[in-house]
């Protein structure tokens, strides 16, 4: 039920953009973004919920297919502070409390 | 506003010793959460309390039990600590399950030798 994430991992230079996949084999309500930097606690980043409606910081954009049960997440420009693990949630259809289950991260080092 | 806050930091056990791990929150939120975080597993959902009151199985629920004390406290206990459970412990809340972002506290590195 653990989400998949692609890459594992991605090393970028300042500037340059990125996309970090997210998808699941099951109908989703909504999908969540976390970044976490090493050794602090997970961040919110985004939510995406089926319908279209979308919440989170400004500068972070994503997408959700829920047809295709993926989600991507777009860094663009990046900068040295992107650097870090990201994780997407999925809140499964038709479970109780729709609960969240994290994927295994992608981790993006961003170099000068 | 404190946030999330999680007692101990660090913690070193022996293989078959017991211990809880203490969480809280003054966001005033329903919703409270522990996931486990171990190399390349992610974050794993231990157990989980919707609303004060009630508690529900995670992915990773045996060898855990949780107590949701009152609204802002979620408390974890390892009857048996056994190695396996050697990970780092994050707790988190959200305002209510769905829809939420959820705020997660610094964490608790357990060792179990």
């Known amino acids: 039920q653990q989400p998949v994430q692609s890459p594992q991992a991605v090393i970028l230079r300042e500037g340059e953009d990125a996309v970090i996949n997210c998808s699941s084999s099951?109908?989703?309500?909504?999908v969540h973004w976390y970044r976490q930097k090493h050794g602090e606690a997970p961040v919110f980043l985004m939510i995406?919920?089926?319908?279209?409606e979308q919440k989170g910081h400004e500068k972070i954009s994503a997408s959700f297919n829920e047809k295709k049960q993926q989600s991507s997440l777009y860094l663009t420009a990046s900068q040295l502070s992107y650097s870090g693990t990201y994780f997407c949630?999925?809140?499964?259809?038709?479970?109780?409390?729709?609960?969240?289950?994290f994927g295994p991260g992608t981790s993006l080092s961003v170099i000068p | 506003n404190a946030g999330v806050t999680q007692t101990p930091k660090f913690q070193v056990l022996k293989t078959g010793q017991s211990m809880t791990l203490q969480c809280a929150q003054d966001?005033?939120?329903?919703?409270m959460y522990w996931y486990r975080q171990d190399p390349g597993m992610g974050l794993r959902l231990i157990y989980y309390?919707?609303?004060?009151?009630?508690?529900d199985k995670g992915e990773v629920p045996n060898g855990y039990n949780v107590s949701r004390l009152n609204k802002r406290e979620f408390s974890l206990r390892l009857e048996s600590a056994a190695p396996s459970q050697t990970s780092v412990y994050f707790c988190?809340?959200?305002?209510?399950?769905?829809?939420?972002?959820?705020?997660f506290g610094p964490g608790t590195r357990l060792t179990v030798l």
């Open positions: 988190a809340s959200s305002p209510r399950t769905s829809w939420n972002e959820q705020f």
């Open positions: 099951k109908a989703l309500y909504s």
């Open positions: 995406l919920l089926k319908g279209g």
């Open positions: 949630g999925t809140e499964v259809m038709g479970t109780s409390y729709d609960k969240v289950i």
């Open positions: 966001m005033n939120h329903n919703s």
């Open positions: 309390s919707a609303s004060e009151g009630t508690t």
